[in-house]
T-cell receptor, first 120, second 112 residues
Framework: GAGVSQSPSNKVTEKGKDVELRCDPI?????LYWYRQSLGQGLEFLIY????????KSGLPSDRFSAERTGGSVSTLTIQRTQQEDSAVYLC??????????????????FGDGTRLSIL | SQQGEEDPQALSIQEGENATMNCSYK?????LQWYRQNSGRGLVHLIL?????REKHSGRLRVTLDTSKKSSSLLITASRAADTASYFC????????????FGAGTILRVKS
């Protein structure tokens, strides 16, 4: 597709269940990012993938959170044993290259519309 | 202040007026970006300004950067109802691992 695609757009689940969120980046974009946005807040960085390099997982809030990116394209963010504080909008973004390389913050990020996750 | 903090938190203006939003940050940066987010949607990139640049324009948008004051401003001229959205600045700084760090945003409401 032309833009970043995320699914599902909304997810409601019970506390303690596992959830999987999917992101399909723009074709040809080697960098992929996951963010979390709580109500009325800015974006909290979670994880970053760049090509075949080891991902930067420094933003993951706990070991219940994990992500993978298969074949350098589609990414899945998994939250195990969900808690109510996990409720938020999870946004995925992609860019042509990495903003993580010093001095290379010249890459606009293209965002999907997010998955709104609600934990009951 | 946090790295990338917008001011004001909320702004309400009439259609046709100009809107100015400010962003302050704490550390030296490589670049600064502004994004817009419509309700229920993802962020849309507006402008990127490098640390050695002072001003950039894009259509009705004007961004300034003052590295001595560690601040940036986004000016939207002749605002339209469709400009109603949240606006975020994001900084790329070595001290934050060169990750984009987003502020909490300014909510702009343009009344028609």
């Amino acid at each position: 597709g032309a833009g970043v695609s995320q699914s599902p757009s909304n997810k409601v689940t019970e506390k303690g269940k596992d959830v999987e969120l999917r992101c399909d980046p723009i074709s040809g974009h080697t960098a992929l990012y996951w963010y979390r946005q709580s109500l009325g807040q800015g974006l909290e960085f979670l994880i970053y993938f760049q090509g075949n390099s080891a991902p930067d997982k420094s933003g993951l809030p706990s070991d219940r959170f994990s992500a993978e990116r298969t074949g350098g394209s589609v990414s899945t963010l998994t939250i195990q044993r969900t808690q109510q504080e996990d409720s938020a909008v999870y946004l995925c973004a992609s860019s042509l290259g990495s903003v993580m390389i010093k001095g290379y913050g010249n890459q606009p990020q293209h965002f999907g519309d997010g998955t709104r996750l609600s934990i009951l | 202040s946090q790295q990338g903090e917008e001011d004001p938190q909320a702004l309400s203006i009439q259609e046709g007026e100009n809107a100015t939003m400010n962003c302050s940050y704490k550390t030296s940066i490589n670049n600064l970006q502004w994004y817009r987010q419509n309700s229920g949607r993802g962020l849309v990139h507006l402008i990127l300004i490098r640390s050695n640049e002072r001003e950039k324009h894009s259509g009705r948008l004007r961004v300034t950067l003052d590295t001595s004051k560690k601040s940036s401003s986004l000016l939207i001229t002749a605002s339209r109802a469709a400009d109603t959205a949240s606006y975020f600045c994001a900084t790329d700084a070595r001290e934050y691992g060169n990750k984009l760090v987003f502020g909490a945003g300014t909510i702009l409401r343009v009344k028609s």
